[in-house]
């Protein structure tokens, strides 16, 4: 079975820091990954995947993903924080096997201070 | 419409009632998903429809819970003799591919309160 862990269910940086966001998957095959984004009150925006055609992955609004195979990591950055990144960050990891369901991590709640 | 609509946005039952919460996906996506978001459980999936192959059933938490998918659009999820513990948010996604490394595509969701 795959899982995914995310360190960290809360982030606090300051506006203009870099923000760093964890995640580690487990799976028995070369995953898919996925970072989504969800703002209060509304669904899931994906924010950028990883299909193995190049470890590091850019977004939208400026977010970067490193895919680490060694490591098994996929984590999320961004050079410089906005007060609209202000929200809850998914890293999730999609079964080839059974068809595109996903597995999600916990979630990663950022605040950014002025 | 041009993304994922769920209805309703809000809904509140008492506990031993039914409910139905709808999801209407994008024009002509193939896949269709249902997840639950819960402070306990995090995200999890519940069913997957994909064409006209039986679904994937495998993340519904108790039979309680159904799913149905009619002309391959508009799916409902049913959720039957409702308890404490089922409220939670309710999203919907779709997606156009069939591989792995399709995106989902997510609803705003439905907020359902079991008093």
């Not at chain 1, 850019?58 to 680490?68: R, S, T, Y």
């Not at chain 1, 098994?72 to 990891?93: G, I, N, Q």
């Not at chain 2, 069939?98 to 989902?104: E, F, K, V």
Request: charged share 15%; aromatic share 10%; glycine share 10%.
């Amino acid at each position: 079975a795959q899982s995914v862990t995310q360190l960290g269910s809360h982030v606090s940086v300051s506006e203009g820091a870099l923000v760093l966001l964890r995640c580690n998957y487990s799976s028995s095959v070369p995953p898919y990954l996925f970072w989504y984004v969800q703002y209060p009150n509304q669904g899931l925006q994906l924010l950028l995947k990883y299909t193995s055609a190049a470890t590091l992955v850019k977004g939208i609004n400026g977010f970067e993903a490193e895919f680490k195979k060694s490591e098994t990591s996929f984590h999320l950055t961004k050079p410089s924080a906005h007060m609209s990144d202000a929200a809850e960050y998914f890293c999730a990891v999609s079964d080839r096997a059974a068809g595109n369901k996903l597995t999600f991590g916990g979630g990663t709640r950022v605040l950014v201070k002025p | 419409g041009a993304g994922v609509s769920q209805s309703p946005s809000n809904k509140v039952t008492e506990k031993g009632k039914d409910v139905e919460l709808r999801c209407d996906p994008i024009s002509g996506h193939t896949a269709l998903y249902w997840y639950r978001q819960s402070l306990g459980q995090g995200l999890e999936f519940l069913i997957y429809f994909q064409g006209n192959s039986a679904p994937d059933k495998s993340g519904l938490p108790s039979d309680r819970f159904s799913a149905e998918r009619t002309g391959g659009s508009v799916s409902t999820l049913t959720i039957q003799r409702t308890q404490q513990e089922d409220s939670a948010v309710y999203l919907c996604a779709s997606s156009a591919g069939t591989g792995a490394s399709g995106i989902q595509y997510f609803g705003a969701g439905t907020r359902l309160s079991v008093l």
